[in-house]
């Protein structure tokens, strides 16, 4: 019958025992896998904010937008100036025609516009709740 060796020591790991594999206790590892966790929040927390800002400022240029083609309209000889043309939204017709797209940008959640005692309103939603509004 033959006997099995024990294989050597190895030198590169040492204080192990010559049944044990060299490598990382478990203390090393969740620590490392706790800053991994910290990391990903802190970088996602990042991601949702940069969005946010993102459709706030689509949100914004795009109701200064629909009021620039408010204005556009309203110096082309159309008959919006008193507001009987009736304008209630920003993909209104008469807007369209000035450069106004079918449907408002990704970012923005709801659009309207009033006319009142002379002026124009333009009310813009972001998605993430934020309200805008432009006069003109």
């Known amino acids: 019958m033959q006997h099995r060796q024990n294989p050597p020591?190895?030198?590169t790991c040492p204080?192990?025992?010559?049944r044990f594999v060299?490598?990382?206790t478990l203390i090393e590892v969740l620590v490392v896998v706790a800053i991994i966790g910290i990391l990903a929040t802190v970088l996602v927390s990042g991601v949702f904010n940069a969005r946010r800002h993102t459709a706030d400022a689509t949100t914004e240029a795009y109701a200064r937008q629909v009021a620039t083609w408010i204005a556009a309209a309203d110096?082309?000889?159309a008959a919006i100036t008193n507001?009987?043309?009736n304008?209630?939204?920003?993909?209104?017709?008469?807007?369209?025609?000035?450069?106004?797209?079918?449907s408002p940008p990704n970012g923005v959640a709801d659009?309207?516009?009033?006319?009142?005692?002379?002026?124009w309103l333009v009310e813009a939603t972001s998605q993430?709740?934020?309200?805008?509004?432009?006069?003109?």
């Open 15 to 18: 204080g192990t025992v010559e």
């Open 9 to 11: 020591h190895d030198a």
């Open 75 to 77: 110096t082309a000889g």
């Open 83 to 85: 507001g009987a043309n």
């Open 111 to 119: 659009c309207s516009v009033s006319y009142n005692d002379g002026h």
């Open 22 to 24: 060299c490598g990382y």
């Open 87 to 102: 304008i209630s939204s920003c993909d209104d017709d008469e807007l369209i025609s000035e450069g106004a797209p079918h």
């Open 128 to 136: 993430s709740g934020r309200v805008f509004r432009v006069s003109y």
